[in-house]
């Protein structure tokens, strides 16, 4: 349904003008997709771009090379007004429910705006039962139209964003940390409400997520980033139980499981390596216990190990 | 994880502690009758989700909280077999950032970036006249090494925006033991670390702990990760201890429900394909805390009584016991 | 329903009970000098004459309509000792004050006193150089300052938000360069624009407001572009644009209500300033030009005759006591949007 093909996306920081601006390659050549009604979780730690890739399929970022190929057509080089009729198709939730809800507005007037650009036709009464159905929906009261987010918790702003996504009747939500700023049990009843929604409205998610536990329990497939570039793919169970890549490896192994408790638990050596400054070639080889040299010299190939498992290094486990 | 012997010294006892804070909504409860004990050379974990009171815990153990906005109102923080809430202000002062460090959560917001790091690192060292600055200087670059900080020297002399956030923690760690503290606080120190470094961090913590024979008094909300480190865990919720024990007693057989429920609520290998169990209703405010049971409107088990009247700590076992009156007369 | 934050802060405000009387004051005696054609006026307010009614205060009449020779606006005080208006066949209102703003009251005063004089039971604070009530003309003039200078706010506020908005919101390249240009702009003498200006387009009210609206939104322009700069990190802009909304719905409908701090706890003293600023340019000559009233020129006047030292004294206390009040109420507003409350520790 949605495909990514060599994507880049960078960024610039420093001064805008000349002489200081360095450019940031925050995504560099990440190739997946996305299929109807799938759940892709996104993972890795900070630098690794899973944000900014999110991002940039919102159209919030623009894309520097590459295609971006949804329902067929390629998004990337469209013009704004191009943009405007697929963001209902493509919508997405915020982790911080403290500021993704503008608090000057009631809880009415966020979940409606999309409605009303979207759907102008619609008439004042039409959209406020529009409205409730969606409360409805994430299990909240309709009484709420008229009230203000800072009188909510943390869960149930997280589901008002949920409602002010869904709404819009998309095919891919895009849950960037959805759930990281969640208390654990708020944690358990928004996952249950994805779950359902997703079965209910045929939706598909990109899961962006540093928390393995919760990423493994939602996801169909999984994508492993580090410094921009994807270097596993695959489904979960393939991903859990049999990583191929020494940092997939060692990320999963860093997990804190309740059940069990006494694995063996390598950590790894280093610091995560700066976005601007990354290493030669494999970009893993500082910290990656089973480096040689030639992955300080040469750049790791697609290493295809099932169908819809794949890999980038020069030692993969099969 | 390791096995406590009972004649170890009991460092810290906090008995019925109760603390109110001052709001614009008048006075709050917000912690109600705790107690815990911390050993010596033990790794204790005060867990609970967000308002429970745990930050507020661990501030108000040496007095952090303002003075104007905090109620002790009742019970006794005894550290060393003295009464902190009795202490007048010198004594606590010569108690901070000597024999009880801290580690928080931000290291971008807990250290100055307006000062190099030695000069932040050997601040209590001299504070507490432990010795001339050369002597500090050296144990900083000493315990710099010892948290796995290469390039000590550079890192000394530089400033801490320029360093990442498992490295600021590292140097956190570092100057919380640069006065040979008994009580390391750490509250939060690994939230908002990535997860690879996480994990270096906690293997750390837990090389220093005993190398140094420390003890450690490890806030979270994350109850997994304490799982993997923790002599004993008590669990918070709503300004109260529900239980508390060892990580075998709380999690592999937990009797509060709210811990039952909080422990199936995380996603694990055994629950992947099912619904994960939540609890429903929201946690209490403490503008309007029940006067029966905290937990019990959204308990699966409530009972009238657990309405009307607050339940008792039942002594479960030597180190394991809950606050709840399903179990009453289970007492041994 | 007013959003519960803003109806916290209103009432802090109130609780502030210096902020708040002094608010009051300020709104209500602004209200009252608004009706001061009513209240102090050489003219009548109802004259009825053979059995009409006339309102001169609104209308103008000729001598002539009113049974004189003149066709000129007749002197109405001098017409009240006529022998209709004294034997009651006709009458006359007169507001409450009956001293015009420019009227000379050189037959009310006594013989030897030569305008200005010292106040007394006839002028409570005087007259001046032209034997104009002083009280009158401080009244007229703190209208037309307080008017003036709302406008002013009000021009002023406009133009910082937009220029700061576009700035704060969109950054980069256009932030830059229109940063240049401010810089440019806020390195001209603004004394010597007005002069300028004044001697090409002649003095006057609309004059003055244009160019000094023109040059001082410069400094609250910085504030909201930090506060636009700050806003537009938030995730509801992402989310809002994420939805398809236009930037200029984000500015105006997401973040303004937002960024709206500034503009309130400034606005006090936005007022004072331009008041002061009026004051010294109508001291000088510079600003609104006579015979219009204005406590600078009272001050001015005053400077040249120092015996007359009531044309010095009450329009300076008048100026005192409305920047006083103006600061206690942008005092008042500060601490009713200062979210933080005073800890003190150990």
Known sequence: ?318 | ?332 | MLNPNTKKRIRKFINNKRAYYSFLFLIGSYILSLFSPVLMNNKPLILQYKGDYFFPIVFYYSEEELGGANRTQPNYKKLMNREDFVSGESYMVFPILNYGVNEDNLESLEDGVNPPSSPDTKHILGTDDRGRDVFTRIIYGYRIAMTFSLLLVFVEMFLAVVIGAVQGYFGGLLDITVQRIIEILSSIPFLYVILIMGSFLGKGFMVLLITYGALSWIGLSYYMRGEFLKLRNFQFVDAARALGVSNTKIIFRHLLPNAITPLVTFLPFTLISSISILSALDFLGYGIPAPNPSWGELIGQGRERLTAWWLIAFPSMALFLTILLSAFVGEGLRDAFDSKELVEYE
Not at chain 2, 254 to 281: C, F, M, R, W
Request: charged share 25%; hydrophobic share 40%; with cysteine.
């Open chain 2, 1 to 332: 994880m390791s096995k406590l012997s009972e004649d170890r010294k009991i460092l810290l006892d906090v008995k019925d502690f109760s603390l109110d804070l001052v709001t614009e909504n008048g006075s709050l409860p917000v912690i109600q009758d705790i107690s815990f004990q911390i050993k010596e050379g033990e790794f204790l974990a005060l867990v609970g989700e967000s308002g429970c009171g745990k930050s507020v815990c661990s501030l108000a153990l040496t007095k952090l909280l303002p003075s104007n906005l905090a109620k002790y109102k009742s019970g006794s923080i005894l550290f060393q077999e003295e009464d902190i809430i009795k202490m007048d202000n010198m004594s606590i002062q010569k108690l901070r950032g000597n024999q009880i460090s801290y580690v928080f959560q931000e290291p971008f917001s807990s250290l100055n970036p307006l000062k190099k790091i030695k000069d932040q690192i050997i601040e209590a060292f001299l504070v507490h006249g432990m010795g001339s600055k050369q002597e500090a200087l050296d144990k900083a670059e000493y315990l710099l090494e010892k948290v796995g900080i290469t390039d000590v020297k550079q890192r000394l002399n530089s400033y801490p925006n320029h360093m990442s956030g498992g490295m600021l923690q590292r140097i956190s760690i570092a100057m919380a033991l640069i006065t040979d503290p008994i009580l390391l606080i750490a509250d939060e120190p690994t939230s908002a670390i990535d997860v690879t470094i996480q994990a270096q961090l906690i293997h750390l913590l837990m090389e220093l702990k005993e190398q140094f024979s420390l003890s450690v008094l490890f806030i979270s909300h994350d109850i997994a990760l304490v799982s993997h480190m923790a002599d004993r865990i008590a669990v918070m919720y709503a300004g109260e201890i529900v239980e508390s024990g060892t990580i075998e007693e709380v999690i592999d057989s937990p009797k509060h429900p709210y811990t039952q429920a909080l422990l199936n609520s995380y996603p694990s290998t055994d629950n992947l394909s099912q619904e994960l169990e939540v609890i429903p209703g929201i946690v209490p405010s403490p503008i309007d805390y029940p006067i029966g049971c905290h937990f019990e409107q959204r308990c699966k088990y409530k009972m009238d009584i657990c309405r009307l009247k607050k339940p008792n700590h039942i002594k479960l076992s030597e180190s394991h016991s809950a606050l709840c009156h399903l179990l009453e007369g289970k007492e041994k």
């Open chain 1, 1 to 318: 349904m949605i495909e990514l093909k060599n994507l880049y996306v960078s960024y610039f920081s420093g001064s805008v003008i000349g002489w200081n601006a360095k450019e940031i390659k925050a995504v560099e050549d990440v190739s997946f997709s996305i299929k109807s009604s799938e759940t892709v979780g996104l993972v890795g730690e900070s630098g690794c771009g899973k944000s900014t890739l999110g991002k940039a399929m919102l159209g919030l970022l623009p894309i520097a090379s590459g295609e971006l190929i949804f329902e067929g057509q390629n998004l990337n080089g469209i013009k704004k007004s191009e943009w405007l009729p697929l963001r209902k198709s493509i919508q997405v939730i915020f982790q911080d429910p403290y500021s993704s809800l503008n608090p000057r507005m009631t809880i009415f007037e966020i979940i409606s705006e999309g409605v009303e650009i979207h759907f102008p036709e619609f008439s004042k009464e039409e959209i406020i039962d529009k409205v409730k159905e969606m409360l409805t929906k994430v299990n909240l009261s309709v009484d709420i139209l008229d009230r203000y987010p800072h009188e909510f918790s943390g869960g149930q702003r997280q589901r008002i964003a949920i409602a002010r996504a869904l709404i819009l009747n998309p095919k891919l939500i895009i849950c960037d940390e959805a759930v990281s700023a969640l208390d654990v049990s708020t944690q358990a009843q928004v996952m249950n409400l994805l779950k359902t929604l997703k079965k209910d409205f045929n939706l598909s998610y990109l899961f962006i997520s540093h928390d393995l536990n919760i990423v493994k329990y939602i996801s169909d497939k999984i994508a492993v980033m580090y410094l921009g570039k994807i270097v596993e793919f695959g489904t979960r169970d393939q991903i859990t139980n049999k990583p191929s890549h020494p940092y997939t490896k060692a990320l999963f192994a860093s997990s804190y499981d309740l059940k069990n408790r006494n694995r063996e638990r390598p950590t790894l050596i280093g610091e995560i390596p700066s976005v601007i400054n990354k290493p030669e070639a494999c970009y893993f080889h500082t910290r990656c216990p089973i480096a040689k040299e030639i992955c300080r010299t040469k750049k790791p190939e697609k290493v295809n190990l099932h169908e819809d498992h794949f890999t980038y290094c020069h030692f993969p486990e099969k």
